[in-house]
């Protein structure tokens, strides 16, 4: 039983949370403030973590591709009938790895 905050990712990201080098790498993280190409880590910063945090991936799907579902341009937050969403919608996480394939 493991408990991720944030949305549910599609299935087509498994592959790249379990590659070492995730493209989402390329952003700053939101959550742990690690910056753009390290890795990362936990609060404590004292343990580099193997997976980029759920908020980093939204993050970089924001910066890289534009939102089949609310239409927004990329570095544009998603919104839900204009209210802002935390996290990008799903449909943009794979818009997102094919601008990264
Ligand atoms: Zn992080
Ligand atoms: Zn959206």
Redesign the pocket.
């Known amino acids: 039983m493991s408990k991720h905050q944030g949305a549910p990712m599609p299935d087509s990201l498994r592959h790249w949370m379990r590659a070492k080098q995730h493209p989402a790498r390329s952003v700053n993280c939101p959550h742990c403030g690690a910056i753009a190409r390290r890795p990362c880590t936990t609060p404590s910063k004292r343990r580099q973590l193997e997976l980029p945090h759920p908020q980093r991936v939204s993050a970089w799907a924001q910066t890289t591709a534009c ?6 341009e990329p570095t544009t ?4 009938e204009g209210r802002a ?1 935390t996290t ?2 799903a ?2 996480y794979q818009e997102a790895e094919e601008v990264a394939a």
């Open positions: 939102c089949p579902d609310c239409q927004v937050p998603c919104h839900d969403r990008v919608h449909r943009r």
